[in-house]
């Protein structure tokens, strides 16, 4: 527990992406999806979760990931990830999970939020005047 305080510590904008994502998914699933017109209405319903999906597991990923000194901030990886948990998804879910369909949208929303969190974590490190591409073990 310990070293997950530390890793926070050191990169309290994945505690701050994590409870930002899990208050918006809960907006959205409260409020967002109730909106009455329709275009709105569809973007709640069908893609907003996907777009916040990778706010809370980059994060998440990256605070545990921090444990071990390893953190994922090159873009091309963190790109990867979101595919790869979007062809599970997005693919492998349907065959198991009645009512689940398939879309294309849904990919390009989930790699739409990796892009979204590398440009934040990009500003969070700017600020900090680190080098986003920097690898953590060569501080």
């Known amino acids: 527990m310990e070293k997950i305080k530390n ?3 050191q990169r309290p904008i994945n505690g701050v992406l994590m409870a930002a994502a899990a208050l918006l998914y809960l907006l959205n699933n409260l409020v967002f999806k ?9 973007f709640f319903v069908g893609y907003f979760n996907d777009l916040m999906c990778p706010l809370f597991i980059l994060p998440y990923s990256n605070m545990l990931l921090l444990t071990v000194d390893k953190e994922l901030k090159k ?9 790869g948990g979007s062809v599970i998804w997005e693919l492998l879910a349907p065959l198991y999970k009645e009512g689940s369909v398939r879309d294309v949208w849904d990919v390009v929303c989930y790699l739409f939020g990796g892009l979204l969190y590398w440009i934040l974590l990009k ?3 700017s ?11 060569q501080k």
């Open 7 to 9: 890793s926070l510590k």
């Open 34 to 42: 109730n909106i009455d017109q329709p275009i709105l209405h569809e």
């Open 75 to 83: 873009l091309p990886y963190i790109l990867l990830l979101c595919l």
């Open 123 to 125: 500003a969070a490190y």
């Open 127 to 137: 600020c900090k005047k680190v080098k986003i591409d920097e690898d953590i073990t």
